[in-house]
Nanobody
Framework: QVQFVESGGGLVQPGGSLRPSCAASGFTFSEYFMSWYRQASERERELVAT????????NTADNLKGRFTISRDNANNTVYLQMTSLKPEDTAVYYCRRTHKPSDNWGQGTQVTVSS
């Protein structure tokens, strides 16, 4: 079945960087747009970034442009989120999923905590 396994989060100081990854399985990865989402405590889950099947097109939430970059490796069925200049408000659990596939189950996510 369709599965997503996120990893690579952690505790980082403000201004630092992280690069979470998401391993996908159960479908033909290269045929689907992929997205990263995040959910902070007591807040709604929000869309962070989306990438096209080939990786040639990306879109990042306006408030994260310039700091977050999505990329993918179709050979290894993996999508990445490069996060730089991290701020405490970036603290959240980060998830990936196929774009516009609300029927997909969520993975366990990876916790990112930005704190000094």
């Amino acid at each position: 079945q369709v599965q997503f396994v996120e990893s690579g989060g952690g505790l980082v100081q403000p201004g630092g960087s992280l690069r979470p990854s998401c391993a996908a399985s159960g479908f033909t990865f290269s045929e689907y747009f992929m997205s990263w989402y995040r959910q902070a405590s007591e807040r709604e889950r929000e869309l962070v970034a989306t990438i096209s099947t080939s990786g040639s097109l990306t879109n990042t939430a306006d408030n994260l442009k310039g700091r977050f970059t999505i990329s993918r490796d179709n050979a290894n069925n993996t999508v990445y989120l490069q996060m730089t200049s991290l701020k405490p408000e970036d603290t959240a659990v980060y998830y990936c999923r196929r774009t516009h596939k609300p029927s997909d189950n969520w993975g366990q996510g990876t916790q990112v905590t930005v704190s000094s």
